[in-house]
């Protein structure tokens, strides 16, 4: 969470740093500011306030922003509230900084160095720029290294000093820091997408080193000041890839490009037909001897581990387990040797995934990540890495990292059937057929999008939605129910349609939309009958349902939308996709800002 940039070189700062912090913003935007370094040293101009980096803008064309070296952030809130003092740069002495992460004994070190009057804000973050300022007695290194010591928390922080113009400084534990050559200077950032505009080349700071950029350099040392190898990276995306293409929302341009990224993530990992994980080293005896699996993840991507599991048990015919990673470390998590541990993260930062993942590593677990970021901290931490290619995904409801993640499992799920010996020829022929088809799937649902956005105003008035289905059907539901939520502010709920009568039924009234989903033959009669329970009661159903299905009565249906045929377990694929334009649609024409919904970020870093 926060985004932050820094700049050195020829250019004019300000300008670069706006439009690197307009790229960000999706970590955060409660406030957003800059400080630029005086070129012949003192005091840095600092320009900050509450609100969007829009608003950061109108302050900055009303001041000087001159100057060729700077830091800027943009907020997602923890310790004190929205307020022009609580945005970052923060000052204290001649030390200027901006952090991403949160410093756990911030009070502890506020009364050990006696700042309680000292602060001109609530954050944490101010705490450091003050304890940085007390060990700064001209060496900006001895200085960074006796604070960080003090630090317990995670933290990315750019940190300019008054006496050494033209020169940031920048160290970091567990939260990222991305840096890299302009050709005309050097940059820093929380991400790769601001620094794509510049280069294809980067590296990841390593935890507990410290990076200087200066105008014609970047140097690393780890903590004791010896100088330390830098570890080149290449983007694999170009500058196109991250603006909105014509697009009013990068959310609806992200559901469009799914035929294309998940094409782009199945058919290298396809070799004579048959799924190949050799490029990315992972040995069959991985997915062949582990007894089960774990996996860990949050929010959509946790939903893919759901699919996933109904997967492998179904196909594979061993116990998978899907744990909210953030819930992981509380519940005595048993893995083992045993256990093969399928991280799942689109941006590879999710600090309660990341943290899951070293202690499944501690306990000898096998590990393997699906990743959508390069060089992403989780992919770092894990054993093996599945990228995903689904290019930079700004919006912050994630969808087509979502769908990429189910075709990377569908993929293991296929290895490991043949790393088992489990399927016949003909089977895997005709599985790894039905995948390669998924793209096609996709394009025919999308082509139909004018459809799904009639259903999808039938909603706009709606409280509550709920949605309704079974097995594998349930599980996207619950992707398409959060979806929903995040960006439209309806409340909905996915319910396994067989536990409705348990209690929530008590909810459905005339007023209340249903989504139901029908995709899987072995489950139909008993969903259509759950489906009547609701129909009783007034409740105004969506049907998504395979294909050419017979259904009686159609005008009982107050909508439908009938779902181009796959085989059963690929359903999830074509069906999500109407999921995802149901959620996209209310958002917009509800007027929302349907990329940055309220409170959220797109990189969840604090715990
Ligand atoms: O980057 P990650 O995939 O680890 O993020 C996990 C969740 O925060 C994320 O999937 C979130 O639920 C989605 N942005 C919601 O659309």
Redesign the pocket.
């Known amino acids: 969470m926060c985004g932050i940039i820094g700049y050195t070189g020829k250019k004019e700062a300000g300008a670069i740093m706006l439009d690197a912090l307009e790229l960000l913003e999706y970590r955060g935007y409660d406030s957003a500011g800059i400080a630029l370094s005086a070129e012949a040293g003192g005091e840095p101009k600092l320009l900050k306030r509450a609100g969007r980096v829009k608003d950061l803008r109108t302050l900055c064309a009303e001041n000087d922003t001159s100057g060729t070296c700077g830091i800027g952030h943009t907020r997602w809130a923890t310790h004190g509230g929205v307020c022009d003092e609580n945005a970052h740069p923060h000052r204290f002495g001649k030390v200027t900084i901006i952090h991403n992460g949160i410093i756990e004994n911030y009070r502890e070190l506020t009364e050990k160095y006696g700042l309680e009057d000292k602060l001109c804000s609530q954050t944490d973050s101010e705490v450091v720029a003050a304890v940085l300022s007390r060990f700064y007695e001209g060496d900006p290194y001895a200085a960074i290294r006796k604070t960080v010591l003090k630090l317990k928390g995670t933290f990315a922080l750019a940190i300019l000093f008054d006496d050494i113009p033209g020169k940031i400084f920048a160290v970091r534990n567990v939260s990222p820091i991305v840096a890299a050559s302009t050709g005309d200077g050097a940059i820093l950032s929380s991400d790769v997408a601001a620094i794509v505009p510049f280069t294809n080349q980067y590296f990841v700071v390593p935890e507990f080193h410290v990076v200087c950029l200066s105008k014609d350099r970047i140097e690393l040392f780890d903590l004791s000041g010896d100088k330390a190898c830098i570890d080149w990276l290449t983007v694999d995306w170009d500058v196109s890839r991250s603006d909105k293409g014509g697009y009013p929302f990068y959310m609806e341009k992200e559901i469009m490009e799914q035929p294309q990224v998940i094409g782009d993530t199945i058919m290298p990992r396809i070799k004579e037909g048959k799924p190949d994980f050799s490029a990315e080293g992972i040995p069959d005896n991985i997915l062949s001897d582990c007894k089960r699996i774990c996996v860990i993840?949050?929010?959509?991507?946790m939903h893919a581990g759901l699919v996933g599991k109904s997967l492998i048990q179904a196909m594979i015919g061993i116990h998978v387990d899907v744990v909210m990673a953030s819930e992981f470390m509380y519940n005595d998590p048993v893995v083992d040797k045993e256990t093969l541990v399928i991280a799942?993260?689109?941006?590879?930062?999710?600090i309660d995934?990341l943290e899951a993942l070293k202690f499944a590593r501690k306990c000898g677990s096998p590990t393997i990540s699906i990743v959508n970021v390069k060089g992403a901290s989780i992919a770092r931490a894990s054993e093996y890495v599945i990228y995903t290619c689904a290019g930079p995904e700004i919006a912050?409801?994630?969808t087509k990292?979502y769908t990429t993640q189910l075709a990377v499992l569908y993929l293991l799920t296929a290895r490991m059937a043949m790393a088992r010996g489990l399927w016949t020829k003909e089977k895997l022929t005709a599985y790894m057929k039905e995948l390669m088809r998924v793209p096609k799937v996709i394009e025919e649902v999308l082509l139909r999008k004018d459809e799904i956005h009639h259903i999808a105003d039938t909603m706009l008035n709606a409280r509550d939605v709920f949605m309704i289905g079974r097995g594998l059907d349930y599980s996207i539901l619950l992707e398409g129910s959060?979806?929903l939520k995040?960006v439209s502010y309806i409340h909905s709920e996915a319910y396994a349609s067989g536990e409705l009568k348990h209690g929530t039924i008590a909810l459905i009234t005339e007023e209340t939309p249903v989504i139901a989903v029908v995709t899987q033959d072995k489950l139909k009669s008993k969903e259509l009958s759950n489906i009547k329970e609701v129909q009783s009661r007034g409740a105004k159903v969506i049907l998504l349902i395979k294909g050419e299905e017979q259904i009686e009565q159609e005008k009982i249906w107050y909508r439908i939308f009938r779902l181009p045929v796959m085989a059963d377990e690929f359903m999830v694929m074509p069906a999500s996709v109407v999921l995802q334009l149901i959620a996209y649609y209310v958002s917009a024409d509800k007027g929302l800002d349907v990329d940055k919904p309220r409170n959220l970020a797109?990189?969840?870093t604090v715990e």
């Open positions: 993840a949050c929010g959509t991507a799942i993260s689109q941006s590879g930062e999710t995934t912050v409801a994630s990292a959060l979806k995040e797109k990189v969840v």
